[in-house]
């Protein structure tokens, strides 16, 4: 939160430039974030690759590295640790989710039950860095 060099909610590119980077690039099969990096051509500026998604906060918590995430990431992580969610001075394109089930005549109550609550949360539009 209190990074000493970035202080607006909107990162510029020059400001991008001009930092470390985190970049995570695993079997999540998020590539938003490497794309980002390659299209602002800052790969060069990775400091730190990981695997995983869960040691981002951690890392950003104790440094002065700035890492682009997933934006339910991003939320998820500023309510628990004290990092700051920005946005991109580029547009990306959103990540596809997609729910497979049984067909709706051969799934159990549980499944069921399971089945409506995914598709009613991941239909919530819950952005609230959108402009």
């Not at 909107?10 to 390659?38: F, M, N, Y």
Request: with cysteine.
């Amino acid at each position: 939160r209190g990074h000493p060099r970035v202080q607006d909610d909107l990162v510029t590119v020059a400001q991008l430039r001009a930092e470390r980077h985190i970049l995570v690039d695993g079997p999540s099969g998020h590539v938003g974030p490497k794309l980002a990096l390659q299209t602002l051509d800052l790969l060069d500026h990775v400091a730190i690759q990981v695997a995983k998604f869960s040691v981002l906060p951690y890392l950003v918590e104790r440094s002065e590295l700035i890492a682009i995430v997933p934006e339910h990431l991003g939320r998820a992580c500023a309510a628990g640790h004290p990092v700051r969610l920005l946005r991109l001075p580029i547009g990306l394109e959103p990540i596809d989710v997609a729910l497979y089930a049984r067909p709706e005549g051969s799934r159990t109550p549980a499944q069921r039950w399971l089945t409506e609550f995914l598709v009613r949360i991941l239909a919530e539009d819950r952005s609230p860095v959108e402009s």
